[in-house]
């Protein structure tokens, strides 16, 4: 057989199969997701110039696909930022920025009356606003996540106890646009990004409040009755809130003889007994 022919024989194999694989693609084709009105946005064309063979999908359809669009309160302290934080989300596809607030209360007074799927609060609010914003929120309603923006891998106490009290993940002060996207998308999808750093100091923080839940279930008087204003100091303390007044430095002086505990950090795992 010359080389022509064998060229030809190739060509008419090839040309064979394409055929095939153009029907494939058709029977598949009936399974493809179809336009508001019922016809498939798509169909398989085969009919090639002489000489040439393959197909073509051509779109008959231009229906837009419009997913359900993300939305965002930001919480953040200095106008100027929040402008410049929702201007550029707002650009962002599949973004919404549902408002922009500046203070703790105005956070909560929004969150009661607006859809908020992702919080975004600054962890440079005062009086540790932030870190009381996501134990309120995690109270509140489970579905809106709390991403908190700002912090540093340096101090890594600080941040755990944002993840301590329900953050959905957190923002680097370093951290670039995409991966501020990128973690507001994750979270989103019940998903976290932590780096290597991270995931090891959460899992040593996991292992210490595993023995001290046990320690306390332990050693804890069944009959223990603390009173509503100690009940308040332990909320305070639980929520990682500095409390050195001195009539409350005297109430936690007392929470730590009752619970039979040793430190603030034992006593606070008392308020899972509670709320059994």
Known sequence: MSAQERAKTVAGNVEGRVHELAEEVREQGKHLPSSTNGPPLFEVKDGQPPGEVGFSFTRIDKAPMNPIPIKVLLVIEVRLIANLFASVLEDESGMEIAGFVFT?????????????????????LPDQDALRLTHTVMERSLATKVLVLGLSEEN?????????????????????????????????????????????????????????????????????????????????????????????????????????????????????????
Do not use: P, W
């Not at 209360?105 to 962890?123: N, W």
């Not at 944002?162 to 370093?174: N, P």
């Not at 990682?240 to 950090?265: A, D, F």
């Open 104 to 124: 703790l209360e105005d956070a909560l007074e929004f969150l009661e009356t607006h859809q908020v799927d992702v919080v975004l609060v600054s962890a440079g």
């Open 156 to 276: 890594q106490q600080n941040t755990l106890r944002y993840i301590e009290a329900g953050a959905a993940g957190y923002i680097l002060k370093d951290s670039s646009l995409k991966e501020l996207i990128d973690v507001i998308r994750l979270a989103q999808r019940g998903e976290a990004q932590v780096s290597t750093r991270m995931a090891g100091a959460m899992m040593e923080r996991l292992f210490r409040l595993a023995r001290v839940f046990s320690a306390v279930e332990n050693r804890m008087d069944g009959d223990v009755r603390l009173t509503s204003r100690e009940l308040e100091v332990l909320e305070f303390i639980s929520e990682g809130l500095v409390v050195e007044v001195g009539t409350v430095k005297n109430h936690v002086h007392r929470i730590l003889e009752k619970l039979n505990v040793s430190s603030r950090q034992e006593a606070a795992s008392y308020l899972a007994f509670i709320k059994k």
